[in-house]
Every structure is written in structure tokens, then in C-alpha cells.
């Protein structure tokens, strides 16, 4: 199985490869994409106009790849880059999911950093085997807003509940962090690769 983790200039590259080997993947870090892979990882930290205008060289091949039923998972930045556009500061996203990315409210320490609870609203494969909730490490400013609630697999509290898991078919994203989130975070890795298998 071939699994890349997209290394476009935003992302904590060596905590995701570490993982992925830790439950069986033999993962490849690479700026380019080559030959379709059987999985997609990407990762992202930092700002999202920054994020997008370096992804941007690869949109045709993402969207592509998207066409073809490939798993795809965003992690933090990653997973709002699924989205079409963001507030800070502007910049289009992937638009694989419809909707856009807010700020954190004004009532709370932004960013969130920590561990806190992801409560499951709905099913997916990603989340099989972690119950109603877990504890996930978080670290961001800024949440999707999904235009269907369809797409919302788990929500988190934080001055507001915020989908903290999103999926559509072969898309899957995570506000939170699943290479530093222990256990439930190395189950969802498991089951992302389960995807590739299926």
C-alpha cells in the first residue's frame, strides 16, 4: 500500500510518518504526488492563505485524484484546506466539501492548544471502535463550517461546539491532531488505511 503525506511546505511531516509506521503503513513524505497512491494524507499547520497558495500547483491533481474515490484525509490546516474558503485573510480552498472556515469566538484563548473531548454525532468508518467520545490534542484558531450537517462525523466544545470530524464518502478531515492523540488517535489512522483496503 502506498500512502503519501503531501509535503507542501505546511505541516508537522515527522509526528505523521512516525504514526503511520507505528500502525502498519510504510508512509511516503513527499512534495510531489507521482504515480496515484492508495492514500492521501494532508497535513497543514499555520495560516490558511499561505497554505493554499503553496497547494495551489496541485489542485488539478487533487481534484482528480478526489474524482476517483481516492481516501483523502486533511489533518488541522489540512482539514480546513477540504473547505472552499476561510476568514483569515481570504484564499480558496480545495472545495471538496461545501463551506467555509471561521474563527474561534472571542469568549476563549485562541489558539486552542490542549487535549479535549470529540463527541461522535454520526457514523463513519473513521471513527469505528472509539464510542460516543474520546479525548483528541488540538491546535487552531479556526473551525469549519460545513453547509450540511451531513458531513459532521464529531463535534468538539470549545466557546462553541464546532465540528471537530468531517467526511463525505472517500474525504475525510480532522480539526484535531490524530498523530498526538494517543490511542483513539492511532485508531483513526487504522481505519483511514482500512479505507485504502476496502
Given at each position: 500500500m502506498r500512502v503519501v503525506v503531501l509535503d507542501y511546505g505546511v505541516g508537522n511531516l515527522y509526528s505523521i510518518r512516525h504514526s503511520l509506521i507505528r500502525v502498519g503503513a510504510n508512509p511516503e513524505v513527499?512534495?510531489?504526488?507521482?504515480?496515484?497512491?492508495?492514500?492521501?494524507?494532508?497535513?497543514g499547520v499555520g495560516n490558511f492563505?499561505?497554505?493554499s497558495n503553496l497547494l495551489k500547483r496541485l489542485k488539478p491533481v487533487l481534484h482528480d485524484l478526489k474524482e476517483t474515490g481516492l481516501p483523502i484525509m486533511?489533518?488541522?490546516?489540512?482539514?480546513?484546506l477540504l473547505f472552499?474558503?476561510?476568514?483569515?485573510?481570504?484564499?480558496?480552498?480545495?472545495?471538496?466539501?461545501?463551506g467555509k472556515v471561521v474563527r474561534l469566538p472571542k469568549s476563549v484563548k485562541v489558539p486552542q492548544i490542549g487535549?479535549?473531548?470529540?463527541?461522535?454525532?454520526?457514523y463513519h468508518e473513521i471513527v469505528n471502535g472509539l464510542g460516543e467520545e474520546f479525548w483528541?490534542?488540538?491546535?487552531?484558531?479556526y473551525y469549519p463550517q460545513p453547509k450540511s450537517t451531513s458531513t459532521i462525523v464529531a463535534e468538539t466544545e470549545y466557546g462553541i461546539r464546532f465540528p471537530s470530524i468531517v467526511a463525505e464518502?472517500?474525504?475525510?478531515?480532522?480539526?484535531?491532531?490524530?498523530?498526538?492523540?494517543?490511542?483513539?488517535g492511532f485508531?483513526?489512522?487504522?481505519?483511514?488505511?482500512?479505507?485504502?483496503r476496502a
Open positions: 513527499s512534495p510531489e504526488i507521482g504515480t496515484p497512491p492508495d492514500a492521501l494524507i494532508l497535513p492563505v499561505a497554505a486533511g489533518i488541522c490546516l489540512g482539514m480546513q472552499e474558503s476561510s476568514e483569515e485573510g481570504g484564499g480558496e480552498g480545495l472545495g471538496f466539501l461545501e487535549w479535549n473531548t470529540v463527541e461522535v454525532k454520526s483528541a490534542y488540538f491546535v487552531h484558531s464518502k472517500n474525504i475525510v478531515g480532522t480539526q484535531f491532531h490524530p498523530e498526538k492523540s494517543s490511542s483513539a485508531v483513526i489512522l487504522k481505519n483511514f488505511l482500512r479505507m485504502c
